[in-house]
């Protein structure tokens, strides 16, 4: 009886049998792999926790925000020519001269003349102080800038921390205590050291209110006024000479016994 010949299998055989198992089972292990790292990447991105506190996206927005707010309230105050009809939520300067210790301020206006006056120092100043309507604070700095009209120049300028109270019988309105000139700026005109007079022509007078701790103004206008020496308690040649173009020291008469 004859029996059929099976192939005889060799050691090379299943050497190479068991290798091509292992590679195969190697690829699987690796594929699984594979396959489980992706899903573990994907799950962390997607719960990783967001931090709030980023510096290069929410401190940059922060910025942007804070700065757009103060463009914005830099272009309402430039818009802002005249009382507003919220007459609660505007404040509004009137400027004014002081003239004696407990007197009325006299009011400013356009083209007015404002008096020199002698001060204790030397030279020449203008008393200038201001009224504010529907002002809520109490101390404010009080600024005071003088150029040539037309420029940009600044001739003198003078700022001082001012004590606002009531105005008797005139409701919801303030002004720098007036029992006393310090509560008033003293801007210094003369001697004039310049190659223009300051006397009899208009300056421009710049007049700003600002309550701490903010840095911009609260309220601010702009009105030309023309110093003048017609009240000057040293005599008005003094005042005039004082005054006039490109002082030098003896000058005036009165100087000579200056140092």
């Known amino acids: 009886m004859l029996f059929p010949m099976m192939p005889q299998k060799s ?11 292992a590679v195969t ?14 899903f573990v990447a994907a799950f962390a991105i997607g719960c990783a926790p967001v931090d709030d506190a980023s510096p290069s996206r929410d401190a940059g927005q922060n910025e942007h925000d804070a700065a ?11 818009r802002h020519d005249g009382p507003s ?3 609660g939520s505007s404040v509004e300067i009137l400027p ?5 210790e407990n007197q009325p301020l006299r009011m400013l206006n356009e083209g007015d003349p ?3 006056w002698p001060a204790p120092q030397g030279g020449h100043v203008v008393l200038v102080g201001a009224k504010l309507k529907h002002f809520a604070g ?24 001012v004590k606002f109270v009531a105005v008797p019988g005139e409701p919801d309105t303030k002004q720098p205590e007036i ?58 040649s003094f005042c005039r000479c004082e005054c006039s173009a490109n002082y030098v020291l003896g000058k005036c008469p009165r100087d000579a016994g200056r140092d």
């Open 114 to 116: 404002i008096d020199l």
């Open 96 to 100: 004014a001269q002081y003239t004696e």
């Open 179 to 236: 029992a006393t000139r310090t509560q008033v700026a003293h801007v210094p005109l003369c001697p004039d050291y310049d190659s223009e007079d300051m006397v009899d022509r208009p300056l421009e007078f710049s007049v700003q209110v600002t309550e701490p701790p903010a840095d911009e103004p609260t309220v601010q206008t702009t009105l030309h006024l023309s110093p003048s020496c017609r009240a000057s308690a040293e005599g008005e």
């Open 68 to 78: 757009a707010l103060r463009d914005r309230a830099a272009d309402d105050r430039a």
């Open 138 to 161: 109490e101390m404010a700095i009080l600024r005071v800038r003088v150029r040539y009209p037309g420029t940009a120049f600044i001739i003198a300028e003078e700022a001082r921390s």
């Open 25 to 38: 089972m190697v690829r699987s292990v690796k594929n699984d792999l594979a396959v489980t790292t992706f």
């Open 11 to 21: 050691a090379r055989d299943d050497a190479i049998a068991d290798t091509s198992i």
């Open 85 to 87: 009809d919220d007459v």
